[in-house]
């Protein structure tokens, strides 16, 4: 089962590879990892998509806890979290394409940001699900690169990490 | 102003270090120059896992974190084992490195490895100061993280160029960490919970590891332990708590344990873990305990609990804090029946043979430990030696200490040597093997040269006892790279050529009188035991 594991920590040189390596060395598989500053800029957020059980997922809330640079550990319950993730996709389109493109876009939700005479780039903004359906529908184009940031989430509501 | 390696001096005084343990090289030597102007006393050892090692021996005796030194590179790389080692054990320490200079870091200069990196896994935290004026909070972080909550290493790598960096010093009286509160009292639902289910349990078994001693709770587990009459198991690391006389003791569990000791892990119903992480070699299978026995866990860190056991009451918080609170809420209670029947599994000695030529080394070491003061300190070793001195040490007020979650060999004789210069007043004995001596024989010049009157057991059994006896029976003793007798020295002339006094006795009779020699004797002391190759670990 997939879980998103929200972390507050200290903004400090070395924190990210304390992080990823309690991952590797207690046998944790991450799906996704993203880190960035937060309004305070001495504390920064990771957000961790893990697989696991929940006993693997109540070892790994504890092990995070116990980083000396940890100031807080959250698992986001799947129902009460928004999540994104920014992709962006090269993808192969001769000019009789483009139109067939686009339109596949606008109901997608994605964005075209730039083109080329073979090829455009598109970038959306989405659910893992979402970019996975997104995905399906440009692969016959021919994917030329993916990028993806992995996923950030948030609760829902009024709630915050903090409370 | 003053240089940073004065101000780490300063720090170190701050803190009441009187006696570090280290190595020189080039890179730490601003900090060298600087110690010369302390009354600290420096111990310098042969090798940099042994300052560790010894640093921890230190701090198992004071309570309190102990600092070892190395330089850059190599010196850092060798100090790594120690680490780990106390890591494992969850002894504090504090590690200072000295680092190349911070321009040059990751250029692969000279004696340059990342050693922070390295360390990662194994420290409770690690910092590499690249701000000079970061020096006085960050050792005054150091200091306290690594003796606070679970106690553990806390490695500092000072570049070469911050050494020598001039800076204001003033070192802090408190420390600020939002990230970092160790949890020391325990809830007191949880902690009515505990007195309840002890309460209406039948058979019910204490389990006491290391975190007890780290928490200076002895004294009040034993009378929890008295006033509930709950018979008490202790892993390896919990050796030492309980006078192994005491009625209530069973022993020590798990796969190198003892019969009684098991036996009640097996019968129990209720087992009160504290202190104690359920390491494999303790508890071998607890999945099987788990199903039939309630189990009820205490420990510092949030994360053991349910780590490697299903727990129905977890309990977190200072193992000293907890028992002062579970003693004061829970009644006095009787229970000569479920003793009785443990107490028949104790007294039920088993018989041994000497085998002609040699010395049984269960046997002279319950004659060993009678002989001694009560307040000996024992260092094991690893291997058979160490099991050997767990079964059958007789402890009383003194303290034991071993690698017990590492299992690093080379490990009695530096820990022994700390442990001596922390409390000078205590016989301080190491028994280690053959194999292991031959991992830190060349800390006999520290003994000599810093004059650490530290007594020295060799059991002999020209094997590595205990992969011999795992060849044996589970790679149809297919003996294998555990032969060393064609390599042994002769010991006895070895601690001689050191100016050591030492014996070799090949009968308990001879044993007997070495014994004698060894309580008697006022410096260092070495006795080769000549054991048989084939000697049992149990």
Redesign the interface.
């Known amino acids: 089962m997939k879980h998103t594991i929200s972390i507050l920590?200290?903004n400090h040189?070395?924190v990210l590879?304390?992080i990823s390596?309690l991952f590797s060395?207690r046998g944790f598989n991450i799906d996704s990892l993203a880190v960035g500053e937060t309004d305070d800029p001495e504390i920064s957020r990771v957000t961790i998509v893990a697989d696991g059980d929940e006993?693997t997922v109540?070892?790994l809330e504890?092990?995070l806890?116990?980083l000396?640079?940890?100031?807080k550990v959250k698992a986001l319950a799947p129902d009460e979290l928004l999540s994104r993730e920014l992709q962006l996709i090269k993808i192969n389109a001769q000019p009789k394409q483009r139109n067939e493109i686009l339109t596949i876009c606008e109901i997608m939700g994605a964005k075209i940001i730039d083109i080329s005479q073979t090829t455009m780039t598109i970038e959306i903004s989405d659910t893992t699900m979402h970019l996975a359906r997104f995905e399906e529908l440009i692969r016959p184009y021919g994917i030329k690169e993916i990028v993806r940031t992995g996923v950030i989430a948030i609760q829902k509501g009024a709630e915050t990490i903090r409370k | 102003m003053i240089k940073a390696a004065e101000a780490m001096v300063k720090c170190l005084e701050n803190e009441g270090i009187r006696v570090v343990f280290g190595y020189p090289g080039a890179a730490i030597c601003p900090f060298y120059d600087a110690l010369t102007h302390s009354d600290i006393r420096h111990i310098l050892v042969r090798r940099e896992d042994n300052a560790g090692h010894a640093a921890s021996g230190y701090a198992r005796m004071t309570g309190k974190p102990a600092v070892c030194i190395a330089t850059s590179g190599p010196g850092a790389m060798n100090l790594m084992t120690a680490i780990a080692t106390a890591y494992a054990d969850s002894i504090p320490l504090v590690c200072i490195t000295g680092q190349v200079s911070t321009d040059q870091i990751g250029c692969d200069v000279f004696q340059e490895v990342d050693t922070?990196?390295t360390a990662?896994?194994f420290v409770?935290?690690?910092y590499?100061i690249?701000d000079a004026a970061q020096l006085p909070k960050i050792f005054k972080e150091a200091f306290y993280?690594a003796g606070s909550g679970r106690n553990g290493p806390v490695l500092i790598d000072v570049p070469f160029d911050i050494q020598q960096t001039m800076i204001d010093f003033e070192y802090p009286e408190t420390v600020e960490?939002?990230?970092?509160k160790p949890t020391i009292k325990g809830n007191g639902l949880q902690i009515k919970k505990v007195c309840e289910a002890l309460q209406t349990s039948e058979r019910p078994l204490i389990c006491a590891g290391g975190g007890v001693i780290a928490a200076k709770a002895e004294k009040e587990l034993v009378a929890f332990a008295e006033k509930t009459k709950i018979p008490v198991v202790s892993t390896m690391m919990g050796l030492g708590i309980f006078p192994s006389e005491h009625p209530l003791f069973m022993g020590m569990l798990g796969m190198h344990g003892v019969r009684t000791a098991n036996e009640a892990v097996s019968k129990c119903d209720t087992m009160l873990l504290i202190g104690a992480r359920v390491g494999d070699r303790a508890v071998r299978s607890p999945k099987f305990l788990a199903e039939t026995t309630k189990i009820i866990h205490i420990d510092v860190?949030?994360?053991e609990?349910?780590?490697n056991i299903h727990v129905d009451i977890p309990l977190v918080g200072d193992c000293r804090n907890i028992l002062e609170e579970l003693t004061a809420g829970i009644d006095s209670a009787e229970r000569s029946e479920w003793l009785a029947e443990l107490s028949e599994v104790k007294n039920t000695v088993p018989k041994e043979d000497e085998t002609e030529g040699y010395v049984n080394p269960k046997m002279f070491i319950r004659k060993l430990s009678a002989k001694l003061p009560e307040n000996t300190v024992c260092s094991a070793d690893v291997g058979q030696n160490q099991i050997w001195t767990c079964n059958n040490f007789q402890f009383k007020h003194g303290k034991f200490i071993t690698s017990g979650g590492m299992g690093t060999m080379g490990y009695s004789i530096p820990a022994a040597i700390g442990a001596k210069l922390a409390s000078p007043d205590s016989e301080v004995v190491a028994i280690c093997g053959d194999g292991s001596f031959q991992m830190e024989m060349m800390e006999l010049a520290t003994i000599v040269q810093e004059k650490v009157p530290i007594k020295i057991i060799i059991m002999r059994n020209n094997r590595l006892g205990m992969v011999r006896e795992l060849q044996t029976n589970v790679y149809k003793d297919n003996q294998t790279a555990v032969h060393i007798a064609d390599g042994n020295p002769d010991f006895v002339m070895l601690a001689k050529s050191y100016g050591i006094n030492a014996e070799r006795v090949s009968t308990m009779a001879e044993a007997e009188k070495a014994i004698e020699h060894l309580c008697n004797s006022k410096e260092a002391y070495l006795l080769e035991c000549n054991v048989w190759r084939n000697e049992s670990t149990l």
Do not use: C, F
Request: net charge positive; charged share 35%; hydrophobic share 25%.
């Open positions: 920590v200290e040189a070395g590879s304390r390596g060395r006993h109540e070892q504890k092990q806890n116990k000396i640079d940890t100031l | 922070t990196g990662e896994p409770k935290y690690s590499l690249k993280i960490l939002r990230t970092y860190d949030p994360a609990i349910g780590k």
